[in-house]
T-cell receptor, first 113, second 112 residues
Framework: KQEVTQIPAALSVPEGENLVLNCSFT??????LQWFRQDPGKGLTSLLL?????REQTSGRLNASLDKSSGRSTLYIAASQPGDSATYLC????????????FGKGTRLSVIA | ETGVTQTPRHLVMGMTNKKSLKCEQH?????MYWYKQSAKKPLELMFV???????ENNSVPSRFSPECPNSSHLFLHLHTLQPEDSALYLC???????????FGDGTRLSIL
């Protein structure tokens, strides 16, 4: 059974810092991996999706990497801003047919001005 | 504006009440999902519908009853809930079962 772990559970950084969020998964047979952002009281917003054949994806100040063989992904946020404060969720989809997304518990990020 | 709209945003109900949560999407998607998000736990998939047919019931208690009358609407009927059912219930949709999911803002449910 796939399990997704995100470390740290919470992170507080000063504005302007570069930071890395970590995601690990137990079964490397994945179809893709997705990073989401969730603001308090809101739903999830998709940030980046990496297919199993890809190594990384970039969008603006965000860069997500995938090392499928070791079961790890990182989300790199450059020059953090207070508006980046949110919970970041990692989710993986298995490659056996229509398998559902399996989510981690998330990392709660606070960027202090 | 996410394209997926959930109503109500907040709901407080007693354990003997019957209520329904509604989800609506106008993205032309064919798959719709219900998730439960509890404090300190990962998102839990509850139900999946694809082309109005239920394809997944993730061992959800029968006090939760989904309904999908068409590809744009999804309901979650609630009956005789327990305090541990208090959570944020999120709806999502996707073009098909392998495409990225778009989420609504959820219904915050509190059971008294």
């Amino acid at each position: 059974k796939q399990e997704v772990t995100q470390i740290p559970a919470a992170l507080s950084v000063p504005e302007g810092e570069n930071l890395v969020l970590n995601c690990s998964f137990t079964d490397s047979a994945i179809y893709n991996l997705q990073w989401f952002r969730q603001d308090p009281g809101k739903g999830l917003t998709s940030l980046l999706l990496i297919q199993s054949s890809q190594r990384e994806q970039t969008s603006g100040r965000l860069n997500a990497s995938l090392d499928k063989s070791s079961g790890r992904s990182t989300l790199y946020i450059a020059a953090s801003q207070p508006g980046d404060s949110a919970t970041y969720l990692c989710a993986v989809r298995g490659n056996s047919g229509n398998t559902p997304l399996v989510f981690g518990k998330g990392t709660r990020l606070s960027v202090i001005a | 504006e996410t394209g997926v709209t959930q109503t109500p945003r907040h709901l407080v109900m007693g354990m003997t009440n019957k209520k329904s949560l509604k989800c609506e999407q106008h993205l032309g998607h064919n798959a719709m999902y219900w998730y439960k998000q509890s404090a300190k736990k990962p998102l839990e998939l509850m139900f999946v519908y694809n082309f109005k047919e239920q394809t997944e019931n993730n061992s959800v208690p029968s006090r939760f009853s989904p309904e999908c009358p068409n590809s744009s609407h999804l309901f979650l009927h609630l009956h005789t809930l327990q305090p541990e059912d208090s959570a944020l219930y999120l709806c999502a949709s996707s073009q098909d079962l392998l495409q990225p999911q778009h989420f609504g803002d959820g219904t915050r449910l509190s059971i008294l």
